[in-house]
């Protein structure tokens, strides 16, 4: 039987498997030069002959999938976690509170108990239950998933699981509150076809007082949809502010390398030069 486009039947010890690359779901994220006439087709096809060969139920399109929703426009598809966040506001008792403007405060600089300890401050003390800071901020770090904006504060806040402090708590409290403001936030992944890669980076030098390590971030675009992010201390401490930046580079080259390889075997054209700032 000749099998339809995607599929392919390698032979591996003596048995037949098929393999199905998912040029749909790229489609979805990416909005590839691939038509939609030849997308819902190839899914069509897909759904035939798993029909044909085990029971299956067609659910249709997806709305909610593991705590993450999606909402479907002509700009595109919006994926959120506005269940989830109204969850995190409910179990922090946070319901009646005001909304803050930004995750975190400009001025403020978190601290360990190590660090105070050496420069022997005690205002901040030692939170008696630390379970309620550790299940807070592993709730904000899965809602980070689609809500970029938090990242960095989330990525912050987790460094102090093993022995937060009031402050801690005090900064996870925030976000919260941040997250309040605009509970439907998330991912728009455009309707808008583009080939265009555009990747952005900085650094900031210095940011932990504890170790005096710098932290990076990057974020990549394809058209005006977000399909990467990260958020990272460095593991070492880097010796100028011009070294930190090209850490930072670095690591969005790596990247941006990485997804041009996906798209290549996926059957995607990227249009170069990719843009970087």
Same mark, same amino acid.
């Given at each position: 039987?000749?099998?339809?486009?995607g599929f392919n039947v390698p032979a591996t010890d003596g048995q037949a498997r098929s393999t199905l690359w998912t040029k749909g779901f790229c489609f979805d994220l990416c909005r590839s030069s691939v038509d939609k006439r030849s997308y819902?087709?190839?899914?069509?096809? *897909? #759904?035939?002959?798993?029909?044909?060969?085990?029971? =299956?139920?067609? @659910?249709?399109? $997806?709305? %909610?999938?593991?705590?993450?929703?999606?909402?479907?426009?002509?700009?595109?598809?919006?994926?959120?976690?506005?269940?989830?966040?109204?969850?995190?506001?409910?179990?922090?008792?946070?319901?009646? *509170? #005001?909304?803050?403007?930004?995750?975190?405060?400009? =001025?403020?600089? @978190?601290?360990? $108990?190590? %660090?105070?300890?050496?420069?022997?401050?005690?205002?901040?003390?030692?939170?008696?239950?630390?379970?309620?800071?550790?299940?807070?901020?592993?709730?904000?770090?899965?809602?980070?998933?689609?809500? *970029?904006?938090?990242?960095?504060?989330?990525?912050?806040?987790?460094?102090?699981?093993?022995?937060?402090?009031?402050?801690?708590?005090?900064?996870?409290?925030?976000?919260?509150?941040?997250?309040?403001?605009?509970?439907?936030?998330?991912?728009?992944?455009?309707?808008?076809?583009?080939?265009?890669?555009q990747a952005y980076c900085d650094a900031d030098m210095g940011s932990c007082l504890t170790t005096r390590k710098s932290v990076s971030r990057y974020a990549v675009n394809i058209g005006d949809s977000l399909i990467s992010w990260k958020s990272?201390?460095?593991?070492?401490?880097?010796?100028?502010?011009?070294?930190?930046?090209?850490?930072?580079?670095?690591?969005?080259?790596?990247?941006?390398?990485?997804?041009?390889?996906?798209?290549?075997?996926?059957?995607?054209?990227?249009?170069?030069?990719?843009?970087?700032?």
């Amino acid at each position: 039987m000749d099998l339809p486009q995607g599929f392919n039947v390698p032979a591996t010890d003596g048995q037949a498997r098929s393999t199905l690359w998912t040029k749909g779901f790229c489609f979805d994220l990416c909005r590839s030069s691939v038509d939609k006439r030849s997308y819902m087709r190839l899914i069509q096809e *897909t #759904k035939n002959i798993l029909q044909t060969n085990i029971k =299956i139920k067609d @659910l249709g399109e $997806v709305r %909610f999938f593991l705590g993450i929703e999606f909402s479907r426009s002509s700009e595109g598809i919006l994926m959120h976690q506005r269940k989830y966040a109204l969850e995190i506001n409910s179990y922090s008792g946070l319901g009646g *509170t #005001k909304t803050v403007g930004a995750p975190v405060e400009v =001025i403020q600089k @978190l601290t360990s $108990v190590i %660090f105070d300890q050496h420069v022997h401050s005690q205002h901040d003390t030692v939170l008696n239950d630390s379970g309620s800071y550790q299940r807070l901020v592993g709730r904000l770090l899965y809602l980070s998933v689609t809500r *970029t904006d938090i990242s960095f504060a989330i990525q912050n806040l987790s460094q102090f699981i093993h022995s937060p402090k009031q402050s801690h708590m005090e900064a996870a409290t925030r976000v919260v509150k941040y997250i309040k403001q605009a509970l439907g936030k998330g991912i728009l992944m455009s309707s808008t076809v583009s080939s265009k890669l555009q990747a952005y980076c900085d650094a900031d030098m210095g940011s932990c007082l504890t170790t005096r390590k710098s932290v990076s971030r990057y974020a990549v675009n394809i058209g005006d949809s977000l399909i990467s992010w990260k958020s990272k201390k460095y593991s070492t401490i880097s010796r100028s502010s011009v070294e930190s930046e090209y850490r930072s580079l670095v690591s969005t080259v790596v990247e941006v390398v990485w997804l041009i390889g996906l798209f290549k075997e996926l059957g995607l054209s990227i249009r170069f030069p990719v843009d970087t700032s």
